[in-house]
């Protein structure tokens, strides 16, 4: 019965489908013919979006993006600050937290300190102020614009989950697609993300059919990896030693995550939270009770490193119960042998801005 009701529900959004869909198409033709005007910077803007509603991924591809580039340029990120508690321009320093600036952003300055990290609503006018208060910046990465089109980015990064390809899915609300599939023509490098690691050649082909990109689009597929754990309290142990877990999330599917700790550990509970949650004292208590419902002595608490810096927001009531909390470090890597074709893609982007590096390490080489 839930099921039918669902379903009629959703055949009922498809009026509303068709106007979003005819509002976005307006919007999309406006800029492409020039009457919504889009500005272009004169240094290397990488954009990673999607054009569907949900995680496909994004930060630990920035992450990867930061790693790659950090050591050769000075990079800023530039994001919205989804679910933050201001608004406005802000420049993140030692001092912000998840609540100032958003959980994504605090864990880039959080994980790479040299990093300049801003949030804003309008990133055309936080460009010209990032740049003007942070001077040396080489490289801005985008979060989540690929919508946002009063920017114009010089390599756009379109991010596709492999459990929903865009190339399956519909307009919002009928189905979860903030723009048409034809706006993945903007693109110029698609990912296909969260891949079984072992994926076949043949899927792999299939899938790029399926997706039928443009002769100047490349199409990647990544899978997600995890690395070792880490404490969220100094007197824990780095390795802990736990056959039960307690998994705690507010992200959009932790069900991967899971399935992963079941594969390690002997029992794992998950309490959710909405994506983007900001835990409460009361979270905390809830949080507590439910620890203490596991019987098994040798137990901890995991939680996304995205959860964990919306979770330091409440140190004050869990120091005092000692709740062994652990964050679940998460990362990408390319399918196929293709990571160093990858990478390429990204460095000469950034060097046809900057040729006197090349000339630089060419130089220093024959010394």
Known sequence: MKDLVLSILRYASLPFALLYG???????RFY?????????????VICVGNITVGGTGKSPHIE???ELLLPQYKLATL?????????GFRLADAGSNAREIGDEPFQFKFKYPSVEVCVAEERMTAIPRLLQQRQGIQVILLDDAFQHRTVKAGLNILLTDYGRLFTRDYIMPFGLLRESRKASGRAHVIVVS????????????????????????TIFFSAITYGALYPLQPELPLLPKAESVLLVTGIANPKPLKEKLEREFTEVHILEYKDHHYYTEEDIQEINAAFKHITNPNKIII?????????MLQQQHIVPLKLPIYAQRIGIK???DEEETFHDTILQFVEDYYPQVIYEEVFAETE
Request: net charge positive.
């Open 22 to 28: 005819i509002i976005i198409w307006l919007r999309n």
């Open 334 to 336: 390319l399918l196929f």
């Open 303 to 311: 939680t996304t490193e995205k959860d964990a810096s919306r979770l």
């Open 32 to 44: 492409d013919w020039n009457i919504f005007t889009s500005t272009e910077f004169s240094l290397p």
């Open 194 to 217: 969260k891949c079984d690691e072992h994926m076949s050649v043949e899927e792999k082909n299939r899938i790029k059919a399926e997706i039928a990109p443009n002769p100047n689009q």
């Open 64 to 66: 990867h993006l930061i």
């Open 79 to 87: 994001s919205r600050g989804y679910g933050r508690r201001t608004q």
